[in-house]
């Protein structure tokens, strides 16, 4: 864990209530997909966690992807190039690549998607086979589409209202895809604990809970796991999906 | 040079600076950030005589300057806190420890002190009578001074190490169970515990919390605090330790001024994991600002002659 300044490099909305943001400053410890950052706001008592996006450790950049679900994050929403923010990184498991089967699929959902982009091209880049699915309520909420087709990487679209690609959840793109070795996901607990139930092999899930302190001192974000009680922020987000107790 | 070094009970602290009980855990998360002994010492997260996993989640509702929690005292029982967690502490940390302690009876209280009494590692017993998270737990022993009373004589009666019994704010007199502690034997007095707190979420229209209530900590407590530490200092002639949103090393001095022997800082680690740190190395410039040379000369110095 370090904590760093960043700076604002842009600040843009992708979609109805979703920004991404672009910051330089010292990215050393971000070194696996499926951590998450921690950040101040003036004025807000508690940092706010989100996941990395895309980190380009040769540039010392790193992405988030966010939602505006309250004050804070509406407030982040309308900082701009050259402010700065007090951020702290390395923070949580991330995915383990290592684990990876032949044939993988990614899967996002909704504000779930964005740490599933670096996972994706993770795996590209270690030689994986790699399909990503990204699931989203309306045609209007989807993102990254354009991002994973750059990336070479196969991408299924579904929307709850099938405005977009397959209409459904992202489970329904699983029932028409073939079988993967193994799937990384990323979503809301509704769409992990469907995904748990649609899939026959292993993967890894990452999921999400209200934190305190976000590196594991609180205990604000314990769960219960096979393996006794996990902080979510510590211990996870990523748990295995052997261990999960739903 | 401003001398930092304090004393409670018998027991010479480097400098006022503890981190406060549930913020820190058993040291493990901070070691890597900086070397731990600069501390004046380490409150332990929580222990019961039994491993518990605490209340539901979500656990955290954030408030204006501060934060309620509801962790419900996650801890892996004494026997693992004092067999596992103690000695790995030690490897980093080479001074005597607080040992925080809750329970649910009397008999309880006692069986985990009497626990603690055998680790070397403990300097004081820190018995919580205040944790406001769960249901028909320490709340009850707490309120009532002739609870909070019998849970005193109780743990001293197992320990020859000095027992601080860490007083709830959430009392209409804490002067009254102040004294009742003092009168039963306690060494010294740890206050504020957090005051309970609540949030509601306004798109759910539900509380944020999943136990609907917690604990609430963090700088928005501050001014209770001191009051609270101000008035049992006038009551009572055994050391305080004074906690409650303290942030800075002027708060520390604030504290210290109010009448604490040593000073605990909560909610500001979880938000700043540096806190503890950078607050002793603010201490001396802050201290030689207000011309004091020694911070145990000022302890209790705001009040009358």
Redesign the interface.
């Known amino acids: 864990m370090k904590q760093g300044i960043f700076t604002i490099q842009e600040n843009l909305q992708i979609a109805p209530d979703m920004y991404e943001m672009a910051l330089t400053g010292d990215v050393s410890e971000i070194t696996r997909p499926g951590q998450f950052v921690n950040i101040a706001l003036d004025g807000f008592y508690l940092r706010r966690p989100l996941s990395v996006h895309d980190v380009d450790s040769g540039a010392g950049i790193l992405r988030v992807i966010y939602k505006t679900v309250g004050r804070g994050t509406d407030a982040m929403s309308r900082m701009g190039p050259g402010e700065t923010l007090d951020v702290l990184t390395g923070l949580g498991n991330g995915f383990d690549i290592a684990k990876a089967g032949e044939t993988n699929l990614v899967i996002g959902g909704g504000a779930g998607t964005p740490p599933m982009y670096w996972t994706a091209k993770a795996l590209r880049d270690a030689g994986k086979r790699v399909t990503a699915v990204l699931g989203f309520n309306t045609a209007a909420e989807v993102i990254l589409q354009q991002k994973f087709a750059a990336a070479n990487i196969p991408t299924v679209i579904t929307t709850a209202d099938g405005s977009a690609g397959i209409k459904g959840f992202v489970t329904a793109a699983l029932s028409e895809l073939p079988a993967p070795d193994y799937t990384f996901s990323c979503g809301p607990e509704p769409m992990l604990r469907a995904v748990y139930d649609a899939t026959a092999c292993p993967g890894q899930f990452s999921f999400e809970e209200r934190m305190g302190c976000g590196f594991g001192a609180c205990m604000g974000c314990s769960c219960k796991t096979k393996y006794g009680s996990k902080r979510i922020c510590k211990d996870g987000p990523v748990l295995e999906k052997e261990e999960i107790l739903w | 040079m401003v001398d930092l070094k304090t004393t409670l009970s018998g027991i010479v602290l480097d400098n006022p600076v503890i981190p406060a009980s ?4 058993f040291g ?3 070691a ?2 900086y070397d731990l002994n600069i501390l004046g010492s380490i409150s332990i ?1 929580g222990t019961t005589l039994e491993p518990r ?2 209340n539901p ?11 309620i ?1 509801s ?1 419900g005292l ?1 801890n892996p029982g004494v026997e693992k806190v004092v067999g596992e967690e103690l000695p790995r502490l030690a490897r980093h940390y080479h001074k005597p420890v607080i040992a925080n302690i809750s329970g649910f009876s009397v008999e309880e209280y006692a069986a985990c002190a009497a626990r603690m009494d055998q680790a070397k590692e403990v300097g004081i017993i820190e018995v919580n009578v205040s944790c406001p998270n769960v249901h028909g737990g320490g709340i009850s022993f707490g309120t009532d001074p002739a609870s909070a009373a019998a849970v005193t004589r109780a743990v001293k009666a197992v320990t020859k190490k000095p027992v601080y019994i860490k007083l709830t704010p959430n009392v209409t007199d804490i002067v009254s169970i102040a004294q009742a502690c003092a009168d039963a034997g306690a060494d010294g007095l740890s206050l504020i515990n957090t005051l309970l707190g609540m949030r509601i979420d306004l798109k759910r229209r539900k509380p ?1 919390i999943a136990n609907k209530m917690g604990g609430f900590s ?2 928005a407590i501050f001014p209770v605090a001191l009051r609270m530490v101000y008035q049992v200092y006038e009551a009572v002639d055994i050391p305080i330790i004074g906690m409650g949103g303290v942030s800075t090393a002027d708060d520390v001095i604030e504290m210290m001024l109010a009448g604490a022997s040593a000073v605990q800082v909560g ?1 500001a ?6 806190a503890c740190r950078d607050i002793i190395a603010d201490l001396p410039e802050r201290a030689e600002h207000y011309g004091i040379r020694s911070l145990s000369e000022i302890i209790g110095g705001a009040h009358e002659k």
């Open positions: 549930g913020t820190f855990g493990e998360e901070f890597p950030l997260k996993f605490g989640t979500p656990r955290i509702a954030e408030c204006t300057a501060g934060l929690n962790v996650q944020v963090g700088p909610a680690n979880l938000v700043d994991p540096w």
